[in-house]
């Protein structure tokens, strides 16, 4: 039998291991999104970017909402 303790190191293990990996694929698509800024290579206008930015920064924004709503408990009365 797991006792809770183990069950909890288990889960905590988990969530820093992929974690992790997701944060470090995350900031290397950045990585690769900010070679697009090479204007030898490519072409595009400030209403481009501007666009490009405002859905990661609501993307970044979404995630975090995520996790402060994991800590509050949702209910539902009609």
Same mark, same amino acid.
């Given at each position: 039998?797991?006792?809770?303790?183990?069950? !909890?190191?288990?889960?905590?293990?988990?969530?820093?291991? &992929?974690?992790?990996? $997701?944060? &470090?694929?995350?900031? /290397?698509?950045? !990585?690769?999104?900010? #070679?697009?800024?090479? $204007? !030898?290579?490519? +072409?595009?206008? /400030?209403? #481009?970017?501007?666009? &490009?930015? $405002?859905?990661? $920064? @609501?993307?970044?924004?979404?995630? +975090? @909402?995520?996790?402060?709503?994991?800590? !509050? +408990? &949702?209910?539902?009365?009609?």
């Amino acid at each position: 039998m797991v006792s809770p303790t183990t069950k !909890r190191l288990s889960k905590a293990n988990a969530f820093k291991e &992929i974690a992790a990996k $997701r944060t &470090i694929r995350v900031l /290397d698509s950045l !990585r690769l999104l900010g #070679q697009c800024a090479n $204007r !030898r290579s490519y +072409e595009y206008t /400030d209403v #481009q970017v501007q666009k &490009i930015f $405002r859905e990661i $920064r @609501n993307a970044v924004r979404d995630t +975090e @909402n995520h996790f402060k709503d994991s800590k !509050r +408990e &949702i209910t539902f009365n009609l």
